[in-house]
T-cell receptor, first 112, second 113 residues
């Protein structure tokens, strides 16, 4: 059974810092990996999707990398802003089956 | 264009009542997914539709949970005889295909008293 772990569970940083969120998964037979943002009381906003054949994806200040063989992904946020405060979730889509399997998320607070 | 919408946004039910939660996917998205998110946890998969066909219901926790998508667009998740452990946020997502990027709605927060 696929298991997804996110470290750290919570992170608090001052505005302007660069930071890295980590995601690991136990079964490397994945089709893709998706990073989401969730604001309190809201649904999930898709940030980046990395196909299994890709090494990284970039969108603005966000960069996500994928090392499928070691079962790891990182989300790099450059020059963090208070508006980046949210819970960040990673999820993997396996090559078999229909589900996304999620980690429990990293709760990020960026202090002004 | 419009994203995924869900209604109601909040639902309070007494234990034993039946509830129905609605999802309107993005127009043209053939794949539709339901997830359950407990407080402080990541979403857990419930079921998957391709058009009107329910192809995977392996995540439904009991036979009290039932989902349908009769015309391949709007979907309804029904929970019969609700229990306190059913209290959670129910999220709906849609995509252009099974392995494509999933887009989520705002969720329905269900509280069972």
């Amino acid at each position: 059974k696929q298991e997804v772990t996110q470290i750290p569970a919570a992170l608090s940083v001052p505005e302007g810092e660069n930071l890295v969120l980590n995601c690991s998964f136990t079964d490397s037979a994945i089709y893709n990996l998706q990073w989401f943002r969730q604001d309190p009381g809201k649904g999930l906003t898709s940030l980046l999707l990395i196909q299994s054949s890709q090494r990284e994806q970039t969108s603005g200040r966000l960069n996500a990398s994928l090392d499928k063989s070691s079962g790891r992904s990182t989300l790099y946020i450059a020059a963090s802003q208070p508006g980046d405060s949210a819970t960040y979730l990673c999820a993997v889509k396996e090559t078999s089956g229909s589900r996304l399997t999620f980690g429990e998320g990293t709760q990020l607070t960026v202090n002004p | 264009g419009a994203g995924v919408s869900q209604s109601p946004r909040y639902k309070v039910a007494k234990r034993g009542q039946d509830v129905a939660l609605r999802c309107d996917p993005i127009s043209g998205h053939v794949s539709l997914f339901w997830y359950q998110q407990a407080l402080g946890q990541g979403p857990e998969f419930l079921t998957y539709f391709q058009n009107e066909a329910q192809l995977d219901k392996s995540g439904l926790p009991s036979d009290r949970f039932f989902a349908e998508r009769p015309e391949g667009s709007v979907s309804t998740l029904k929970i019969q005889r609700t229990q306190q452990e059913d209290s959670a946020v129910y999220l709906c997502a849609s995509s252009l295909g099974l392995a494509r990027e999933q887009f989520f709605g705002p969720g329905t927060r269900l509280t069972v008293l």
